[in-house]
């Protein structure tokens, strides 16, 4: 993210944050990719939960790209061993508004690409960030 840096009167530097459209967009993306998720659960749930967010953790909608891990971590406290099913469907739902090129081991047989050993829903985020801010990737 670029930053430009202003002199001030005492001569304190001023940083002023300058968005990156890339980041805006995937943050967009993946807000976009929760929200289908959790709306699959039905809306009074998907409400619950960003209220839950909210209110309990400090945690608006809006900034948890930001805090991803954190995010995770709660979900796996309201929906135990159902947030990994959750999860799974939070990264189908973002890979089918970015188009990546990401080497993901994949398992053999029926098994979906995305039952992936040791990859979790906080690093897959990372990565596909990483690629579509660095590549420029386009969108569906």
């Known amino acids: 993210m670029a930053s430009s840096v202003v002199e001030s009167q005492e001569s304190e530097r001023i940083y002023i944050k300058v968005e990156d459209p890339n980041k805006e ?3 967009d ?3 976009q990719a929760i929200d289908e998720a959790l709306a699959s659960l039905g809306e009074p749930v998907k ?3 960003y209220q839950h967010l909210e209110v309990d953790f400090n945690i608006p909608k809006n900034e948890i790209p930001e805090k991803i891990g954190e995010f995770s971590s709660i979900m796996h406290k309201i929906f135990g061993l159902g947030a990994c099913r959750l999860e799974r469907k939070f990264m189908k739902n973002l890979n089918s508004k970015v188009q990546a090129d ?3 081991p994949e398992c053999e047989g029926s098994l979906s690409k995305w039952i992936v050993s040791e ?3 906080e690093k897959y985020v990372i ?3 990483k690629s579509y801010e660095t ?3 386009k969108t569906l």
């Open 29 to 31: 993306f993946l807000i």
């Open 47 to 49: 409400n619950t939960v």
């Open 25 to 27: 967009q995937f943050d």
């Open 119 to 121: 990859v979790s829903f």
């Open 102 to 104: 990401i080497d993901w």
């Open 135 to 137: 590549q420029g990737l």
């Open 127 to 129: 990565k596909i960030r």
